[in-house]
């Protein structure tokens, strides 16, 4: 049964506002009284016995997944390597002795991943697909499935899709780590941060006409724009930049703050947005210098900041979350901004040109 729209113009805008009660049902699904993960046990185990992961997926789901790496090796202490899918499957690099691969997929029916999923089975080498589609191609063809359980995704540009697999992989880094007798897993109550989670989600999704008005002013007549960031708040500028591009046609880069100056940095003019994501102690400095850089060559800068790294002058201040969570929120400006975009352009938000919300040719 298709979602119902109810007073919404587009399913995007419902399925944003979605994302605080995602996070609640997952952690009413996945996690007991005391705030502990519920995962299968043959699961667990056999992600015990790996001595590495790798998260193999597409487009957003590959976003979701470069966050994912960090929650397992920051979480469960076990190496994480993510790759696209597409490239994965006709250059395998170099396996490790007892790999575990990890699909992420919101349809379970991308073709990319599932080529890679059959050579993986050739191997015999154990899987788990996260995917939102119970009995999906995928979800079947793995060693071992775990839902989103975000319900219905029909806008084509993936939200609550992405901001569920991230949740999700933190309650499984989590259980891996416990299993693992980590000491930082244990102290890791990812019960309370997925509550902050969806307090802070709602907070933002409560604020649209902030975002509405920020994309009529900056980001509207744009011919491009950049979202810039170091570690988690990198990947996050991948999975932004994504979403302005899919839905508003607006040329965006995600790009790694210190990496703009060795050559992209060119391309910035006068009044270029510049949107700068700060939510990592270890590099808001660096960052924030970074958009001074930019701001110099005459880019107009908006930042998106935790309150906890906030100044007086920032554009978008989050609630404070455990570090490793912010993407969780940081990602919702960005949502919203391409929303917006989009919308004041009169585009098709739900439908952009040239996309398919899965696709099942390689
Ligand atoms: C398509 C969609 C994207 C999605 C990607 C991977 O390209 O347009 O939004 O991220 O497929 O889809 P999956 O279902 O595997 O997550």
Known sequence: AQADKGTYPFYML???DEQPNVMRKLAQVYLNDAGDPVINTDLLAALKAADRLYVVAAGTSYHAGLVGAKLF???????????VSSEFAYNQPLLSEKPFFIFLTQS????????VLLNVNEQKFPSLTITNVPNSTLSREATYTLLLHAGPEIAVASTKAYTAQIALQAILAKALGQAKQQSGANAFDVKQQLALVANGMQALVDEKDTFDQ??????LHTPNTFYIGRGLDYAVSLETALKLKEISYVQAEGFASGELKHGTIALIEKDTPVIGIITQANTAGLTRSNLQEVSARGAKTITIVTDALAKNDDTIVLPTVDERMTPLLSVVPGQLLAYYTSLNKGLDVDKPRNLAKSVTVE
């Open 214 to 219: 920020l994309a009529k002013a900056d980001l």
């Open 108 to 115: 379970g029916e991308t073709a990319d991943s599932r080529e």
């Open 73 to 83: 090796e920051s979480l469960a202490s076990v190496p994480t390597e993510v790759h």
């Open 14 to 16: 419902k399925e944003i």
